[in-house]
T-cell receptor, first 113, second 113 residues
Framework: GDSVTQMEGPVTLSEEAFLTINCTYT??????LFWYVQYPGEGLQLLLK?????DKGSNKGFEATYRKETTSFHLEKGSVQVSDSAVYFC????????????FGKGITLSVRP | EAGVTQSPTHLIKTRGQQVTLRCSPI?????VYWYQQALGLGLQFLLW???????NRGNFPPRFSGRQFPNYSSELNVNALELEDSALYLC????????????FGSGTRLTVV
């Protein structure tokens, strides 16, 4: 079945550091890929998405590229801020009768001033 | 546009009781998904409703059930509550099959004592 694997956390960075959060996936078809963010005490917000190979999703300085050859969708940001502290989830969705989001375990990012 | 709304935001129930959680999707979204986010277990898919029908179900016992109404709002019912049902229950909505993305509500925090 479908699965999403995220790197182990938590991650602690200083403000303005470069961020990479790894995500790889296993899917039977051609999934859409997503990054969601969950701030403390809140629900999930869609951060960015990509629906086909080589697509790059971007939002709020975050980027991720859909790499079919390596089945990856790594999240990057050039300069993190304290306000980026949150839990980040990588997820995939396959179309059709099996439509649902399959999530990775999530990773907690803490950014210190 | 109004987002996905969930009610109540918090509730406390006693073991063995029954609970009903409610979700109103974004206007124009016909699919509603329910997820359980329990401490240490990540986001687990519960149910998917589309056009009033249950389309997919996660690996949960039958005491977890729900329905979708003609206006596309949805209820999640949990019978015979157990302590391990304590979790954040998240509802998401999308256009059918969700390939373009899913919008989440802020969740209902259920505590079973």
């Amino acid at each position: 079945g479908d699965s999403v694997t995220q790197m182990e956390g938590p991650v602690t960075l200083s403000e303005e550091a470069f961020l990479t959060i790894n995500c790889t996936y296993t899917a039977t078809g051609y999934p859409s890929l997503f990054w969601y963010v969950q701030y403390p005490g809140e629900g999930l917000q869609l951060l960015l998405k990509a629906t086909k190979a080589d697509d790059k999703g971007s939002n709020k300085g975050f980027e991720a590229t859909y790499r079919k050859e390596t089945t990856s969708f790594h999240l990057e940001k050039g300069s993190v801020q304290v306000s980026d502290s949150a839990v980040y989830f990588c997820a995939l969705s396959e179309p059709g009768a099996n439509s649902k989001l399959t999530f990775g375990k999530g990773i907690t990012l803490s950014v210190r001033p | 546009e109004a987002g996905v709304t969930q009610s109540p935001t918090h509730l406390i129930k006693t073991r063995g009781q029954q609970v009903t959680l409610r979700c109103s999707p974004i206007s124009g979204h016909t699919s509603v998904y329910w997820y359980q986010q329990a401490l240490g277990l990540g986001l687990q898919f519960l149910l998917w409703y589309d056009e009033g029908e249950e389309r997919n179900r996660g690996n949960f016992p039958p005491r977890f059930s729900g329905r979708q109404f003609p206006n596309y709002s949805s209820e999640l019912n949990v019978n015979a509550l157990e302590l391990e049902d304590s979790a954040l229950y998240l509802c998401a909505s999308s256009r059918t099959e969700g390939r373009a993305g899913y919008t989440f509500g802020s969740g209902t925090r259920l505590t079973v004592v």
